[in-house]
């Protein structure tokens, strides 16, 4: 009788301890249901305030075209904005067009930085094509003021050294967060009715991991502008983000010279592939003239050296416009 009594006393609290179990995870359950929920619904709500209703958008002016389709300058909720419209229906898209279009969004969403153009949100217009909505730059890209207002004669020397920084401000930021631009040029520099240079069209911008060294890896498609890929895209080598870096080298000479990269060599005959093998079998490069800065020089062709690990970081190149800014007082308004 005693074992018996003992038995069930033992049986009883078992059964209680596993209640008990039972209940926790049932709790448990029950907050991971309520975190999900929560979690669902805050990502509803940022996809609502990025989300722009088409009736909102009054298109204007087509200010820019591009191989995605057209940008338009338009009216939204009493503003001037961009806005960067597919040329294709979405269910027409193919799986990379899309991904692409997304990533862009994406990247757009999650940046807040004073040298990179600011995103309003996304849609789809009455003919189900997407679009991304950005701010809207009054002057321009630098590449349309160089050749509409310099004529390829140099602007100002103040003038270089605040839009290579604000260039070179806006590219460390996207570095930081690990990114790539892989098409920096003249074209992608956009300026603010204030003057405010901003890096723009991250369409062929890719997120990388970092390896060993803290170094970026790894891109391997050709993507960008002929003259402003770096020798290792050109030779269809694996790459990291200093090709940025190279980019941002003949970037700098366009500011400095108001011209266009190698069009000495094309008006000699040469062809676009001639000229990009000697770019990396003779380490051929745009050429200076005499009334260049020496230290911009310097600056300039330590990005568009032939080895990416000789190639300073953004870190490096903004430090050393700043100090050109001081050694020349230079303020800017």
């Known amino acids: ?48 305030i990025w989300s722009v209703d088409n009736v909102e958008i009054v298109f204007l002016n087509v200010i820019g075209y591009g191989s ?38 994406e990247l757009l969403r999650s940046i807040f930085h004073a040298n990179i153009v600011q995103f309003i949100g996304t849609g789809m217009n009455v003919e189900g094509k997407p679009f991304i909505v950005l701010e809207y730059m009054e002057r321009g890209s630098v590449r349309h ?42 074209d992608n520099l956009l300026i603010s009715d204030r003057g405010i240079v901003k890096v723009a069209d991250l369409g062929c911008t890719k997120l ?23 020798p290792e895209i050109i030779r269809g080598r694996v790459y990291d983000s200093s090709v940025d870096v190279y980019s941002y080298g003949i970037t700098l000479w366009e500011i400095q010279t108001a011209k266009h990269p190698y069009s000495d060599q094309l008006h000699l005959g040469l062809t676009v592939r001639d000229i990009l093998d000697r770019v990396v079998q003779k380490q051929l490069r745009p050429e200076f003239p005499t009334y260049c800065d020496k230290d911009m020089i310097k600056l300039t062709k330590s990005c568009w050296q032939l080895s990416p690990f000789r190639r300073p970081s953004f870190d490096e190149i903004v430090l050393k416009l700043e100090a050109i800014c001081f050694r020349d007082r230079i303020v800017f308004k």
Request: with cysteine; proline share 1%.
């Open 208 to 230: 990388v991991p970092t390896i060993e060294g803290g170094r970026n890896a790894r891109g391997t498609r050709a993507v960008g502008t002929s003259f402003f890929r770096a």
């Open 145 to 186: 003021e160089l050749d509409t207002n310099y004529g390829h004669k140099p602007m100002e020397r103040s003038l270089q050294v605040k839009y290579s920084l604000d260039a070179a401000k806006g590219m460390r930021h996207l570095h930081l967060i690990g990114r790539m631009h892989r098409d920096l040029k003249c």
């Open 1 to 48: 009788m005693i074992l018996v009594i003992i038995a069930v006393a033992y049986c009883a609290k078992s059964i209680r301890k596993h209640q008990k179990v039972a209940s926790s995870k049932e709790e448990q359950l029950q907050e991971t249901r309520l975190v999900l929920d929560r979690a669902e619904q805050t990502l509803t709500t940022l996809s609502n």
């Open 68 to 105: 995605f389709g057209k940008v338009w300058s338009a009216a939204y909720r009493d503003q001037i904005v961009a806005v960067k419209l597919l040329k294709i229906k979405a269910d027409d898209c193919t799986d990379e067009q899309l991904q692409d279009f997304n990533d862009e969004s």
